[in-house]
């Protein structure tokens, strides 16, 4: 069942004396055009069922009603969805009111947004001059006695000063607010036709507007209003993220990009990135790859798109490959944990699609080192050992996040410590906190080193953690702001990867830091501190 997210989430965290939960890692959020359903808010959705009866299921100009529909058709099991509109108009609907109307206009812009509503005076005095009832309703198509949603607002009024009065109650609406000015007489009950008493509905009128095809700015959107992308802040948890293409035959632009990298960077999530549409072919791909402007630790591309049947059209069609590929990623989840690799399961299509083009050995090697994966069918998946890579690309600053499941592994650990340990904002800052903490850590990292995650380091050279008074200084402590620091083995021998997490009311901060486990774990407090560089400011994210 589609479940709708809010800016305040209530999830219980895990408490000192508990194991560490570990973060989920297939959770996909979708952004882009849709049929019908709100708008700028994300939506949960276990199933394609739930997107249909959120959004409308399948659009042709809605690219993202198709790639959530191959999220879910290749094994993905949850996925958070962002309605964005270039110009979309909601629909109103006219209650007369005497000779004056209330006009309500749609929450949810578009055409499809078949809305009805009923006027009753049940339980209304005759002292109650001011008083109504209102029954609002979505149907499924128009002439529809099949009801999707309703709500109910029994003894409202027409008096600015009520504590019923409607334009007030219908803020806490689903479905609609009132437009323009209240009348000062309620609404005419709704009868059916010959003047019987029986309830009848008004319509809502035909001029809704599905607006215009997506620009990079409507994805984008506004941090100050919290649309587009930055409506997913108010989402608890999001591992991939896909931005479908703005239309069948329109590339998601590089200002979206950049902004959608920044997100999965802040948020410690991947960015599922479709190849261009004029990547038809491996030379085609080749060729533009040597000159593409994107390239990043927290991406994934998998090459080429693919071809899959479109229901509406009763063809097969082309699309882009990442909904699919968030499956796939998410499926490979569930059977392994992310620091397995990436078997050639993981890039093998479930039956009903397959690869718009073929790719040779020589240029799938060719492309992997661009950071370039490629999709295969499932037949031919047999055998292959390909490990599969971020977009990094060849000049990655740090060389081993080129390997998709060593990023994997470290946002899993940074994401699930993060939230893991909020718990310490609750306790007294002290010695017995950084030492349950502490404990708390060593608990977690020992759980992944018995499950393989470290296999390729000798134990005792696997991971560290750190949390005492050389990194939790009274100015801090003073401040509310608690300190972790930990890190785990790096490919390269006697190397780590070395965080601090922050911890503070409203908001906490995950940074990299430079050091090695034996600076950690023996130096000085100055020369710790040193290290580290300047006094850590906490910041929500």
């Known amino acids: 069942m589609a479940e709708r997210l809010t800016g305040i989430d209530v999830s219980e965290e895990p408490a000192a004396g508990q194991a560490m939960a570990r973060t989920p890692t297939g959770v996909a959020a979708f952004i882009g055009r849709t049929l019908r359903g709100p708008v700028n808010r994300p939506i949960l959705l276990r199933g394609f069922a739930d997107f249909e009866r959120a959004f409308g299921g399948l659009w042709q100009p809605s690219t993202l009603s198709y790639a959530v529909e191959q999220f879910f058709e290749n094994g993905g099991g949850s996925a958070v969805v962002v309605r964005v509109a270039n110009g979309a108009r909601p629909c109103t609907l006219d209650l007369p009111a005497a000779r004056d109307r209330l006009t309500l206009r749609a929450v949810a812009p578009g055409t499809r947004e078949f809305l009805r509503a009923a006027v009753d005076y049940d339980g209304i005095g005759e002292n109650e001059p001011h008083r109504f009832n209102l029954v609002v309703q979505r149907v499924r198509s128009p002439g529809s006695e099949h009801i999707e949603d309703q709500e109910i607002y029994r003894r409202l009024s027409v008096e600015p000063g009520s504590s019923r009065f409607v334009a007030a109650a219908l803020l806490e609406s689903q479905l609609v607010r009132v437009a323009g000015d209240v009348p000062a007489m309620p609404p005419d009950p709704t009868l059916s036709p010959g003047g019987r008493s029986l309830a009848a509905y008004v319509t809502a009128n035909p001029d809704g507007d599905d607006g215009a095809p997506l620009t990079d700015y409507d994805v984008i959107g506004s941090a100050a209003e919290g649309t587009g992308l930055f409506a997913l802040g108010s989402a608890d948890t999001v591992n991939l993220l896909c931005i479908p293409p703005l239309a069948r035959e329109v590339d998601v632009g590089p200002s979206a990009l950049l902004v959608a990298n920044r997100y999965c960077r802040d948020r410690r999530a991947l960015l599922v990135v479709d190849p261009p549409l004029a990547w038809d072919t491996p030379e085609a791909a080749l060729a533009g790859a040597r000159d593409w402007p994107f390239s990043s630790e927290n991406a994934v591309m998998f090459f080429p798109r693919l071809l899959a049947l479109d229901k509406l059209r009763g063809r097969f069609e082309c699309f882009g490959s990442g909904g699919a590929v968030a499956g796939m990623l998410a499926r490979a989840d569930e059977q392994r944990p992310v620091w397995a690799g990436s078997p050639a399961d993981v890039a093998a299509l479930r039956p009903g699609m397959r690869p718009l083009c073929a790719v040779g050995e020589t240029d799938r090697v060719r492309l992997a080192h661009r950071g370039i994966n490629t999709l295969t069918s499932l037949r031919s998946a047999e055998g292959l050992l390909a490990t599969a ?106 190397q780590f990867h070395s965080f601090l997490v922050s911890h503070r009311a409203g908001g906490s901060r995950v940074r990299p830091v430079g050091l090695t486990r034996q600076q950690a774990e023996t130096a000085r407090p100055e020369d710790l501190l040193a290290e580290l560089g300047q006094e850590p400011l906490a910041r929500a994210g």
Request: with cysteine; net charge positive; glycine share 12%.
């Open 389 to 494: 890579c971020t977009l990094a690309g060849p000049g990655a600053a740090t060389p081993e996040w080129r390997s998709l499941a060593r990023r994997r592994l470290a946002l899993f650990i940074l994401n699930s410590i993060e939230r893991g340990t909020r718990w310490m904002l609750f306790e007294t800052n002290g010695p017995v906190l950084w030492a349950r903490a502490a404990s708390q850590l060593r608990g977690f990292f020992g759980s992944l080193e018995q499950e393989g995650a470290f296999a390729d380091r000798p134990p005792g050279e696997r991971w560290y953690v750190v949390c005492d008074e050389r990194i939790n200084r009274d100015g801090e402590r003073a401040r509310g702001v608690v300190n972790l620091l930990f890190g785990f083995a790096s490919s390269r021998h006697g």
